[in-house]
Structure formats: structure tokens, C-alpha cells
């Protein structure tokens, strides 16, 4: 038994199109997102989870392991759990859903994410880092606050904490954490969390980890330190920062492009 890290890649993504394929640092987007995540040696075997042949095929001519599953998946979780119960993969135990638009993703992320499973303590993982209170008016930025133990108790794109007295801003501030977008599980833990129908709460949110929790399934938060608050790659501008921030720390690769 073993651990698999799953790269789920959608290529009907609306707000930026084909963004599996896209070019950062002159390579598609997912195969980026692959070789780092294969550097950091967290797992048995990492494997790309997509339903386009195009995908395949340039995850495939990188080097990549791929798993073609099915278009109808309204997750990165379902599409996990499709790999999860293919015969190819049914060796292993744990598996981490590392989103395929997260080329800058931190090994201290991922890695403690897994160890809130690996350990033991959880059957789901995942990470979060300190904040400044900056993020929390942002909608697009995800928060999550937890037990003394470090258990999630919520998550939200809502201000959390709230504060309420503004003699308290301090320690509200020392409270401020930014979710991480990446997930491991027990194999039970994802049969589970997919055979959930949709919560009231992760339909007004939209945030699917919410389905699990309502349903009372314990989520380990494993906080990070702030170097690893990497953004996923879901606009233009994204990506074109993206880029910026690719050739600043590989000046001597080729120019990012647009396929």
C-alpha cells in the first residue's frame, strides 16, 4: 500500500480557456504543475487525472503517468476518486488531489497535508497558512479556522473570525488563516466524501470541502508557513503573472508563449 498524488487537469475551464495547455515558462501549464510536484519525492507514483486526449497527450510526451476519466466530474475530488477505483490504481491507500493550475505549490503544503493522514490523527488533510487580515475581505481568498487540535471548523470565503469588539483586532489577527487548495485522503475518507450528495453550505459557498464536513468527516489542518500562500492560475492576468514570476527564478528558460 502506498500514496498516490493525483493532478486533476479540466480543460473546460470558462475564465481561462484550454488552461491545462496554456504555456508557463514555455511548457504546458499541468506538465509544470506535474514536474513539481514529482521533485518533491512525497509520494509512490503521481499520476495526471484529465478527460481530454490533448491533455494526455502533452502530459504524455513530458514524461507523465496519465489516467483519462470521465467528463462529467463536477470536482477534482470525484475525478481522485474515479483513479482511485480503477483497477490500475487499487494498491494504494492514501491519496493527495494536488490542483492542476498550481505550478508554484509548496512541498511543506502538500507534505503536511499527508501528514495529517498519514499520521494517523485524520482521515482527511489539508493546509493552511498565516495571514495578514488583508485577506479577509477577499472573496476569492479561502479562510479556515480550526480547533485547538488543529480540526477544521469551518471554511469560508466570508471574513472568519469575525470581529466583533475592535479591542480584540489583535487577537483575531493572530487567528487570520489562508486555506491551501490541497487534500489527502484515506481511501474510505474519498469513497465517503464523494457519495455525499451537495450541501446547502457548499452550494453558497462553493466550496466542496464543505460537503464533507457538514457530514461530519474530520479535516487535520496542517498550517505552513506563508512562503507556500501560492495562487492557483484561473485568469489572464493570473497567468501572466505567472510567467513574470516564472522568469524571474528561471531567467535563463525559454519565453513564456501562448499555444
Not at 487537469?9 to 514529482?38: D, F, H, I, M, Y
Not at 505549490?105 to 482521515?123: C, E, F, H, R
Not at 487540535?149 to 489577527?173: K, M, N, T, V
Not at 481511501?187 to 450528495?197: C, G, H, I, T, Y
Request: charged share 20%.
Amino acid at each position: 500500500m502506498g500514496t498516490l498524488i493525483v493532478i486533476p487537469a479540466r480543460l473546460g475551464a470558462t475564465r481561462l480557456p484550454r488552461k491545462p495547455l496554456r504555456l508557463l515558462g514555455g511548457e504546458p501549464l499541468v506538465v509544470r504543475v506535474w514536474q513539481r510536484v514529482s521533485a518533491m519525492q512525497l509520494a509512490d507514483a503521481v499520476v495526471v487525472a484529465t478527460d481530454s486526449s490533448e491533455v494526455a497527450d502533452a502530459a504524455r510526451a513530458a514524461g507523465a503517468r496519465v489516467a483519462l476519466t470521465s467528463a462529467d466530474h463536477p470536482s477534482g475530488t470525484d475525478r481522485v476518486a474515479e483513479v482511485a477505483n480503477s483497477a490500475e490504481f487499487r494498491g494504494y491507500d492514501t491519496f493527495v488531489n494536488v490542483q492542476g493550475d498550481e505550478p508554484f505549490i509548496g512541498a511543506d503544503a502538500v507534505g503536511g497535508a499527508l501528514s495529517q493522514v498519514t499520521s494517523g490523527k485524520y482521515p482527511v488533510g489539508t493546509a493552511a497558512c498565516r495571514a495578514g487580515a488583508e485577506i479577509l475581505a477577499n472573496p476569492d481568498v479561502v479562510k479556515v479556522v480550526t480547533d485547538s487540535h488543529g480540526r477544521a471548523l469551518y471554511f469560508s470565503r466570508a471574513p472568519i473570525p469575525f470581529l466583533r469588539e475592535a479591542g480584540d483586532r489583535a487577537l483575531r489577527d493572530g487567528l487570520v488563516r489562508q486555506h491551501l487548495g490541497v487534500y489527502a485522503y484515506t481511501r474510505d475518507a474519498l469513497r465517503r466524501w464523494v457519495a455525499l450528495p451537495p450541501h446547502a453550505l457548499e452550494v453558497s459557498e462553493r466550496l466542496e470541502q464543505l460537503r464533507a464536513l457538514a457530514d461530519g468527516l474530520a479535516i487535520g489542518v496542517s498550517v505552513v508557513p506563508h512562503s507556500q500562500a501560492a495562487r492557483g492560475i484561473d485568469t489572464e492576468e493570473d497567468l501572466a503573472a505567472a510567467n513574470a514570476r516564472w522568469s524571474s527564478v528561471n531567467p535563463s528558460r525559454e519565453p513564456a508563449g501562448t499555444p
